[in-house]
């Protein structure tokens, strides 16, 4: 029999406020009108990119705690992620504020990770308010997971451009703004892709699994959401999922979009799409919860995925992982 | 007004099962004795370390169900880390097994994090049984964070050795066992620390911030444990943590100690002691749960602490913050 992995939350837990910023390149993308903040320049400022993202992940929690008029002694925890070797942005991030603090690592699927474990913690009255925050950035992943940007390598026709953006929500107990209704945290799936350069295709298997659960576990169909939206598996993996979804008696309509496929204009020259923890984070920290606040969607299904690789693990052979978190958030 | 940053819980999750493997040199150390298995070597017969290290943690957790007298399939969830870029041997090991999968990453506090975050899922009842899991080993980690181990660095004074192993233990609702009465999530703190091998000094702040919040939200003092432990704070670092707590009013006695401290024998050429996440994981999942189930300990505050940082952090100059998460046992 397979294993219920779906919460149901009793007390509704809050999104009081949510909050986006992101790179130029970013701003002139498609969710571009939305974001809080809109970078002049990827340097943000600082000396390095690192620094800048850091300095990313600081603005949008300084942003959020503001827009949802607490203090920063008021929330209890931050929980969040990057994409970064021992997620130093959003340590650094939480050392500006002294939060307490649970670093959580997702890869991409960090941002729901983050909201699943921090709206469960919600819900059980363990807390009043969370603060979950994530971003990654381009030129810091760039440099980290494939090449140096100065060497100008060429990009394959299934690759993806790592957003850079950071997005924030803080979770209560009580106050206005939608709900969280249930949470799915996902298995880790590897379906054999073994080309890094080709992340749909290697996390569409986690997304399908976790959708599949969801699906059972509530016992809802596609149509009941207004939007249910992946992460950043790009056009192809966003295919592939519509595909397996098919071959399981699920058709995923209009209704069904995938944060890094709608990210960036046609000409903006992304290939697959947008990707990296940013992804997702700014697009439901703008676009998705505005859209609730002027009433037009009433139930979204928001489930990243994340490929839980390293370069270790690449130069060593093994292929990718996924995973896919899943929540609820209805109005 | 200080946070209150301890969660009390009602509802007892208990500790049902654990289990710890280790390296040779780990073997021979203060609690060889204590380990389920001591590895021949370092290679556990795996081409690579960073594979060795997913072995064991594999091993850990096939242990762990087996010792629970679980199934695999009975397992809600995996909660754990490690301390390799982009936790690989976590998420790994969570592929092996198929589980649902919270990755987090607290550095050498990984696992208290993944079992402070367990034990709420459990007390709240969103979850029957969890899996936690952390590990370390000494070879992967000289050559992610500091040298080749084929140049034979010196090592400074102040140094302490990662420990090559891997715990883990099965958090449920029900069962035998001690049980987690509270847990406290740590804030980042920075006391401006930045020398990369004085990681004692580094963390101690965090430690002290964590235990005074503890002590003063539940209300306890030291004489009420029959042991404090700290993770791998190493011989310096624990002197500096009585220092600071003297300062503080409190006096650290006899029933302090740190697993670093205590890990290895003093032939054994570890300078300030053990450390990394297998550290104080393999020394609560051998010696401590066994001295609650031969009836010698009633009430331990288990409290590892870890470095929050990164080589790319310190090659741009960062000093290094700490975090420490501590977690109550009781009989």
Redesign the interface.
């Known amino acids: 029999?397979e294993?219920e992995?779906t919460?149901i939350l009793k007390n509704k837990p809050k999104i009081v406020g949510f909050y986006a910023i992101a790179g130029p390149k970013e701003g002139k993308g498609n969710f571009g009108p939305y974001f809080d903040y809109v970078m002049k320049n990827d340097h943000f400022g600082e000396?390095?990119f690192?620094?800048a993202e850091r300095k990313m992940m600081e603005t949008a929690l300084s942003g959020v705690i503001e827009k949802s008029k607490l203090t920063a002694?008021e929330i209890?925890?931050m929980i969040g992620?990057d994409?970064?070797?021992?997620?130093?942005s959003s340590?650094?991030a939480?050392?500006a504020f002294?939060?307490?603090?649970?670093?959580?690592?997702?890869?991409c699927s960090t941002m729901a990770?983050s909201m699943a474990?921090g709206s469960?913690?919600i819900?059980?009255g363990?807390?009043k308010h969370i603060v979950c925050c994530t971003g990654s950035h381009f030129s810091t992943a760039e440099r980290?997971y494939r090449f140096p940007l100065e060497l100008g390598n060429q990009r394959p026709p299934t690759s993806q451009w790592t957003v850079t953006g950071a997005g924030a929500c803080v979770l209560s107990k009580e106050g206005d703004g939608p709900h969280i209704s249930s949470v799915t945290?996902?298995?880790?799936?590897?379906w054999g892709i073994g080309d890094v350069n080709d992340m749909g295709a290697a996390m569409a298997p986690a997304a399908r699994d976790t959708m599949l659960n969801h699906f059972k576990n509530t016992n809802t169909k596609p149509e009941d959401y207004d939007l249910i939206v992946t992460g950043d598996l790009g056009k192809l993996g966003a295919e592939i999922l519509v595909d397996l979804m098919e071959e399981e008696g699920y058709k995923l309509g209009v209704n069904y979009g995938d944060c890094g496929q709608m990210y960036f204009k046609y000409n903006q020259n992304t290939l697959c799409g947008g990707s990296g923890a940013g992804c997702s984070a700014t697009v439901l920290n703008s676009y998705i919860l505005k859209k609730f606040k002027e009433g037009q969607y009433k139930k979204v299904l928001f489930m990243p995925t994340g490929a839980?690789?390293?370069?270790?693990?690449s130069q060593?052979g093994?292929t990718v992982?996924g995973?896919c978190h899943a929540i609820v958030i209805e109005a």
């Open positions: 029999m294993r992995q919460i000396d390095t690192e620094k002694k209890d925890l992620g994409l970064l070797n021992q997620i130093i340590s650094y939480a050392r002294e939060f307490p603090f649970i670093g959580v690592y997702g890869a990770e474990v469960v913690l819900d059980g363990y807390c980290q945290f996902g298995k880790v799936v590897d839980l690789l390293s370069t270790t693990s060593q093994d992982p995973v």
